[in-house]
């Protein structure tokens, strides 16, 4: 009789021909729940998604609708508020429909557009690994997704809803569709304590997954049924004898353990259904804690109980709050049952889960979404801290608490957790190492982002490639995750030395030639023997070594030189910079204008971001292969974050040298009048500077003149004697160095 029931609920949603759930079915469970409701707005979604799925039909041939309307009747069944029920006849409008977000929010408001909109997200996912951590991240992303929590909870009832119909969906579907309910929504529905959608969602996939164990489970459950009924009828009178003997009131009421749960423990434990304890199960619901144990007391003094079977979550909840007394008591013939104490507020948060810490006025939610369900979170989590064994559970609940990580999609569906505030450059590094290298952008949603755009949960994210990018020191700024940060460094690291092997190789091979040695008549031992004596097992070291300054060409080239020639090279001045010679050959840079302290024969160059002049504070950075790079001090690529503090250098303005020319670029804006052209022009004349470039535009919006000019300047006081000059102009408003 009792296990019947618990199939009835189920079979008359899916047998074909059975009855199907009509409005009026919504409405009676609705008002169970909330008896003084208004229901105008319930009957209103009704008819707006009746006539929004008109004339769509399910694979089964039956009207569409009927799909929302039994999604809405979970919903009611399960004692959600108003919003949400309605949300259930409207849940897949925004997909199948010509109906937008904004039709939803002017016909019923903005909080029931939300929860559909939100559900619409969620319908665009797809799970397709089997990975459990895959698994996970896919859990946690729905909580996150799930800002408000109802928005999961109609994700639920319409899962629920297509499971009971799986039948009209290839094989191949079925399967996929059902695993991802054992493993994805029936856990997500334990989380949140909502246990009759759970047993009901695990129950159909058991079915579907594995059809020949669950018929088999089931005939015998149907033949216990047959002796089982007298034995559940005997021990209810016996327990309800009990009571009043006491003088204990409760409520007393036989539970069927879950198909699926009753699968999972005879797998577990290796056992038939003979040696599951909790197959014969009761009920009893009290007004108050004092009574629960009182009536456990009166139940343990009429029966024996099973040793270590007693559980007390009334004093230590379950982390989904879960509170309860159970007990397993031996009958008279030998059979074991299992009975369940707890109170009527208990039982409603057990069966309802979340849905049941809301507070309802008139069938409305009173204090929307987002705070309840943090508030709730938070509770779960300061009272359920001691509850080690459930660290997963509680960690992602601070995961999402905390938001401290996102979760977004690859175009394929699979699910990618980073950091808080990530970029689609972290992404495309999670993805792979190669495709971070060689991101060129990003669509998000669909749209181009800039890579620095920050990611939020729920983005389905799209990497653009080419082969020809590369990564730039730049990227370090960019990027959150430190898995994609050490990748760029290392891609950095490998190139510089690349490039400092190369030029190391050159400066060595133009040294010998001034010495009148080829390198190519050097045999690579020969060379490699000699290496060995400055400590290098490997000839890219020691060319690296060269080019990056550590060994002077001179000293490298000693070993490979007939006694003597070192003083008479190839007509050529010794004591010149060499490094910087060859350097200027091979990159036809200028010539130094700074030396760095201490250090003779390193090659110098000024760094192009910032193009610092003689005269501005600047410092040196140690460039493996291209030599010391010169920065102003205030240059933003020095930032302490981007740099190895061991490579920078101090580098001071050589004041013997002869003064070279600087470009640097400025930018002047003016009033907009005649003349004002010339009289720059003129100003930079009298300044004794030569334009490189000189670009004049009109801001028509502003009627501002803006000037860009390239000048050269012999040093920082030529610039500032520029600007003297350029103040002097009549409606000159600002000028300003650009780097
Ligand atoms: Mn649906």
Redesign the pocket.
């Given at each position: 009789m009792v296990l019947k029931k618990a199939f009835q609920t189920v079979a008359q949603l899916v047998k074909p021909g059975g009855t199907h759930v009509r409005f009026d079915d919504v409405l009676e469970e609705f008002l169970k729940h909330h008896p003084e409701a208004e229901t105008e707005d319930l009957a209103r979604a009704y008819a707006f998604g009746a006539k929004a799925h008109d004339g769509q039909l399910r694979k089964s041939g039956e009207p569409y609708f009927q799909?929302?309307t039994a999604?809405a009747y979970f919903l009611a069944r399960a004692g959600l508020d108003l919003d949400t029920v309605a949300a259930g006849f409207l849940?897949?409008v925004l997909?199948d429909c010509p109906v937008e977000l904004k039709d939803l929010e002017q016909n019923f408001g903005a909080d029931l557009a939300s929860i559909v909109n939100g559900?619409t997200k969620l319908?665009k996912v797809k799970y397709r690994s089997k990975a459990e951590a895959q698994a996970e991240s896919y859990r946690k992303m729905i909580l996150a997704m799930s800002a408000d929590l109802r928005v999961l909870i109609v994700k639920l009832a319409?899962?629920l809803?297509?499971m009971q119909t799986l039948e009209h969906l290839p094989q191949e579907k079925r399967e996929r569709i059902s695993q991802e309910t054992l493993e994805i929504y029936a856990p997500l529905a334990h989380r949140i304590g909502m246990s009759q959608f759970k047993d009901e969602l695990e129950s159909l996939a058991f079915a579907n997954l594995e059809p020949q164990a669950h018929a088999e489970l089931r005939r015998q459950l149907e033949e216990r049924q047959k002796t089982g009924r007298q034995t559940l009828q005997a021990l209810d009178q016996q327990l309800r004898e009990a009571l009043s003997r006491n003088e204990l009131s409760g409520e007393v009421s036989s539970r069927v353990k879950s198909e699926y749960s009753i699968h999972q423990k005879l797998q577990r434990k290796q056992t038939s259904l003979e040696g599951i304890y909790d197959y014969y199960a009761f009920r009893i619901l009290t007004e108050s804690v004092r009574d629960c144990y009182a009536v456990l007391g009166a139940l343990h003094e009429r029966w024996k109980p099973i040793p270590g079977r007693f559980k007390d979550f009334i004093a230590t909840p379950k982390p989904n709050l879960y509170q309860s007394l159970h007990t397993t008591l031996i009958a008279e013939n030998g059979t074991p049952f299992e009975v369940q104490i707890r109170t009527r507020m208990m039982h409603r948060l057990a069966e309802e889960g979340v849905a049941a810490h809301w507070t309802y006025k008139g069938g409305r939610l009173l204090s929307v979404g987002k705070t309840e369900y943090t508030a709730w979170l938070r509770r779960l989590v300061e009272e359920n801290q001691d509850l080690s064994d459930h660290e997963e559970f509680m960690e992602s609940l601070k995961a999402q608490l905390l938001s401290e990580e996102i979760f977004v999609f690859t175009p394929a569906g699979d699910v990618k957790a980073l950091p808080k505030e990530a970029t689609p450059l972290d992404f495309a590094y999670q993805i792979h190492t190669e495709l971070g290298h060689h991101t060129i952008g990003a669509k998000v949603d669909g749209k181009m982002v800039s890579l620095r755009s920050p990611l939020q949960t729920g983005n389905i994210v799209e990497i653009l490639s080419s082969p020809n990018q590369r990564p730039s020191p730049e990227w370090l700024k960019i990027v959150r995750s430190h898995g994609a940060r050490t990748k760029i460094r290392q891609w950095l690291r490998n190139e510089e030395k690349k490039k400092s092997i190369e030029l190391g190789h050159s400066i060595f091979e133009k040294e010998l030639k001034r010495y009148r040695v080829a390198l190519k008549s050097l045999s690579r031992e020969t060379v490699l023997q000699k290496a060995e004596g400055f400590g290098f097992r490997k000839l890219e070291d020691f060319y690296s070594a060269i080019g990056f300054g550590q060994i002077t060409p001179t000293r490298a080239a000693e070993p490979f030189l007939p006694e003597g020639a070192l003083d008479k090279p190839n007509g050529e001045e010794v004591r010149e910079s060499r490094i910087a010679r060859a350097i200027r050959r091979l990159t036809k840079r200028g010539g130094n204008q700074v030396t760095v302290k201490g250090q003779e024969d390193v090659l110098v160059y000024l760094a192009k971001c910032c193009s610092p002049i003689q005269g501005d504070a600047i410092t040196g950075y140690i460039t493996r292969g291209r030599g010391v790079a010169v920065h102003r001090r205030d240059c933003s690529s020095m930032q302490a974050s981007l740099v190895d503090p061991e490579r920078r250098i101090e580098v001071e303005w050589d004041k013997n040298q002869e003064t070279p020319l600087f470009s640097v670029r400025v930018l002047v804006h003016t009033e907009e009048r005649p003349g004002m052209l010339l009289d720059v022009s003129q100003a930079l004349k009298d300044a004794k500077t030569n334009a490189r470039k000189f670009t004049a535009s009109v801001n028509p919006e502003r009627n501002q003149g803006v000037f860009d000019i390239v000048l050269e300047v012999s040093s920082i006081n030529h610039l500032e004697n520029v600007f003297k000059h350029l103040r002097k102009v009549k409606g000159v408003l600002s000028h300003q160095r650009v780097t």
């Open positions: 799909h929302p999604t849940h897949d997909e559900v319908g319409d899962r809803h297509n």
